[in-house]
């Protein structure tokens, strides 16, 4: 099947640095692709929408200046977190689903990246 | 407001045990229904994908159903595995030109031998 591979699968940072992560489609292209957070023994929440060649659509309450992101191809988009703080930890997950796939019935997740800020 | 709400929350079962898991939904129009496995600290697994007109779709030891008419889904898991421990999320998606996707708040299952 199809594959998502997310980078790092962790990482640990200081207060006030940035941490890039890397969302790439392995084997398919990916004109749309989610980013999501996921904290202790809750569900994912969309934090927002990447979409190739224009600009993320974020969701109510997640600041875009903060969670940049950036879709430069049709196989990779990259979250980073900018002057990270404490309360940032989290679970960041991603999804795409492929361009030819009729009725977007199928989505593939990356396997998560734990970011842990110190 | 367009919601994917999930019974129980958790659930713990002997290892070889069948168990049932509930998923309700109000979203509308809708376009599919999904079952995902997570593990901890991973990223979901697709179990099942139902469209409107399936009732029923199996992987394995994994069986779904689905009532469009009254927004009902079950996932029933048949002689449960330790590996079989995760958590179960019932995802929905709208009938409309976005991908977005209406996470459940999942059902935590735990396996003892």
């Known amino acids: 099947g199809a594959v998502v591979s997310q980078h790092p699968s962790w990482v640990i940072c200081k207060s006030g640095t940035s941490v890039k992560i890397e969302c790439r489609s392995l084997?398919?292209?990916?004109?749309?692709m989610f980013w999501y957070r996921q904290f202790p023994k809750q569900s994912l929440m969309l934090m927002a929408t990447?979409?190739?060649?224009?600009?993320?659509?974020?969701e109510q309450g997640v600041e875009k200046d903060k969670f940049l992101i950036n879709h430069a191809s049709l196989t990779l988009s990259t979250l980073t977190v900018t002057s990270a703080h404490p309360e940032d930890s989290s679970f960041y997950i991603c999804?795409?689903?492929?361009?030819?796939?009729?009725?977007?019935?199928?989505?593939?997740f990356g396997q998560g990246t734990r970011l842990t800020v110190v | 407001k367009n919601q994917v709400e999930q019974s129980p929350q958790s659930l713990i079962i002997l290892e070889g045990k069948n168990c049932t898991l509930q998923?309700?939904?109000?979203?509308?129009?809708?376009?599919?229904l999904r079952w995902y496995k997570q593990d901890t600290g991973r990223g979901p697994v697709s179990l099942t994908i139902?469209?409107?007109?399936?009732n029923t779709k199996s992987n394995g030891r994994y069986t779904a159903t689905l009532d469009a008419d009254t927004k009902q889904s079950s996932l029933h898991i048949t002689a449960s595995q330790l590996s079989d421990s995760a958590s179960y999320i019932c995802?929905?998606?709208?009938?409309?030109?976005?991908?977005?996707?209406?996470f459940g708040s999942g059902t935590r299952l735990l396996v003892r031998p």
């Open positions: 084997d398919f292209q990916a004109t749309t």
């Open positions: 995802v929905v998606s709208e009938r409309d030109s976005s991908y977005k996707l209406i």
């Open positions: 998923c309700n939904y109000t979203v509308s129009p809708f376009s599919n």
């Open positions: 139902m469209t409107f007109s399936e």
């Open positions: 999804s795409a689903f492929p361009a030819d796939v009729p009725r977007r019935t199928e989505a593939f």
């Open positions: 990447s979409n190739e060649g224009s600009k993320a659509t974020y």
